[in-house]
């Protein structure tokens, strides 16, 4: 049985159709195995014999979309990308914090290579360290203290347009633990 953590985007705890227990229930009703949830923003874990992941996401999606009105979009990374992603220690050294707030930003489209430089506005308070190209992640240092942060979403978004969702490092360590 292959484990899988599904990343759903979108995701509002206050709206009762996006409660975790209904997410759960969905991909219940699909027939995975071992569903489980961490956190109330759309971290779902499972098991599937299936391997094709891109035919996985169409099919949790399409069910979101029909059982609960959810249509933000889903990103599934296997276990074993997981572990090679945090197995890589991106950030040696590093606490998550207000002035190191580290994330892991998955692309559903898979590039092959690192996005363009930073534009300038954004330099003084985010710093790319890298690609991982397997996990298809880009990984980042954003600077809470700055002023203009959100603006790194809104360039994430213009460079690999709405089929991303971004996670705190923590939150990646904690799903791949309840894999």
Known sequence: ??????????????????RNEKLRAVFEGLGFD???SLLASG???????????????SRIQAALRAELGIGGGTIIRSRDELRALVDSDPFPGLTHGRGTYLTATFIKSRPE????????ALQ?????????RPAATLLAIIDNN???????M??????????ITTRTWLTVQKV???L
């Open 146 to 152: 700055v002023a203009g942060t959100p603006n790194h």
């Open 34 to 36: 071992g569903v489980g």
């Open 43 to 57: 971290n779902i874990v499972f098991g599937s014999p299936e391997t094709d992941m891109a035919a996985m996401e």
């Open 176 to 178: 791949l633990a309840k």
């Open 113 to 120: 290579s690192p996005p363009p430089a930073l534009p300038e």
């Open 1 to 18: 049985m292959n484990r899988y953590a599904a990343w759903l985007r979108g995701i509002m705890p206050s709206n009762p159709n996006m």
């Open 154 to 163: 809104a360039w994430l978004e213009s460079v690999y347009g709405k089929d």
């Open 124 to 132: 003084s308070s985010v710093r790319l360290v890298g690609y991982d």
